[in-house]
Structure formats: C-alpha cells, structure tokens
C-alpha cells in the first residue's frame, strides 16, 4: 500500500461498514487458503481495492483486525480474500479460517488506491507470492481488455495462487503476457527487460511484501522510470 502501513484508526469512521457471511474457506495447497464472502445486492468497489476486517463474534489475541486486498470484482458477487498462515498460525486467522459457512465477518471499506490510471497506457504487473491477490482483481478488470499490451509477473517459490485462473486468462487475450518466476535472478531479469521495453509509456503495478516492493521500486528508478508511473501496494494482511 505505497510502502505505508495505514492503522486502523486512519480510516475508522471515513468508510461504510457491513457484514458478510461465509461462502466457503478453501485451502488449495499448504499454508494457502481463500475466503469467500457473499455480498449484498449493489455493494460494490474499485478493483484494486482493501477492506478492513474484525472478527466480532470472536475471541482474539493481539491485533484485532487485518486489511486483505479484495481479489475479485463486484460483478462475481462474492468478496475473495487469499491468505498464507505461516509457520504459526495468528490468533485472527485461527479464528477466521475456522468460521462455519454463513457466520459473518465484518469489513469496513472499500478503500486503496492501486487501480488502473488510464485507458491506454501499455501495463507491467508484478506480484510477489500472496500478493496476487490484488493483482488478481486488476487482471480480471483487464480480462478482455486488447488496445494495450498488458505483461504480468508472477513470482512465488513452490505454488502459485491462482495460478490456473490467470493461466486461463493469459491464454484467452493475445495482448495479455504471463512470465511465471521461480527466482529473484529470473524475475529481475525479467523487469529490466520490460522496463526497456516500455519505458515511461506504461504504468507499473507492484503487490507484494514491502521488502521486495522497495527492491523492484529502486530497479525501476534505476532503469529511468518515472516516480508517479510506478504504483505499489505492500501486502500487510499476512500475519
């Protein structure tokens, strides 16, 4: 989220509030899981957009609440959270990714300010393991998008979330290009070739941990970038 890590009270009382129950939690390969909430008719966001959620019905240990990207777009008429636990596993995720289908989850929001800036300008995506899954509602807002070229890469070590899906999208738009990495090395390589390519006609769109966020920022800048053409987003809901 712009390398800010925004507190709750930030935002508290600016943005509408509701609850939404459970559809299904999935967990697709080791530590990755995916929540479904069903929504009510008319709410609707902005892909590339956050919530905030609590969990009020629960008893919980340390922080109280977590900010997820919401990966899907309104038209799909569920809001999709993806998740890693981790080796430990938080007193807020134990309690959330134990909910039964219908008991309810808060979210205050939609807010975050990683969405498409134009029309036409070509696009560079990057994300970095979980943090597809903000990546993810963008890709779907482009799915059928074809007067621009628009490059994703997808770096992540041993699973990639999504993977299928956006494969599957990839494969149905020729101006759509998948690089899946495996490796820094690889995924740099693979940056700087495409920062050549495009230079400061394209918007950069990064999601990922602050850490690697920080890194592929001083990549960009370093290859003659522009500031505001680059647009990143830290994926602080892990722990």
Known sequence: MGGRVMKFNDIKGVIKK??????????????????KLKIDAGLTWI??????????SKKIEGRKYRLFSIASL??????????????????????????MPNEKV???????WLKIQDETSPIVMFASGVG?????????????????PIELVYSSSGYY??????????RNNSMIQL???ASRKETAAKLDELADRY?????????????????????????????????????????
């Open 132 to 148: 597809i899954t903000l990546i993810r509602a963008l890709l779907k807002q482009l799915e059928f998008n074809t007067n621009r």
């Open 74 to 99: 309104p038209e799909e008429g569920f809001i999709l959270i993806g998740t890693r636990t981790g080796e430990e596993i938080s007193s807020f995720k134990q309690a959330l990714l134990t909910k």
């Open 18 to 35: 509701g609850e939404f129950p459970v559809e299904s939690i999935e967990n697709p390969y080791g530590d990755y899981y995916t929540i």
């Open 199 to 239: 230079g400061n006609a394209a918007y950069y769109y990064n999601s990922g941990a602050s850490v690697v966020l920080k890194s592929v920022k001083k990549q960009y800048i370093e290859k003659g970038i522009k500031k505001n053409r680059i647009i990143s987003d830290t994926f602080i809901g892990a722990k």
């Open 106 to 112: 808060t979210m205050r929001g939609p807010f975050g």
């Open 161 to 170: 979330l999504f993977g299928d899906e956006i494969e599957t999208i990839a």
């Open 179 to 181: 690089y899946k990495m």
């Open 47 to 56: 892909p590339g957009e956050h919530g905030v959620f609590t969990l009020p």
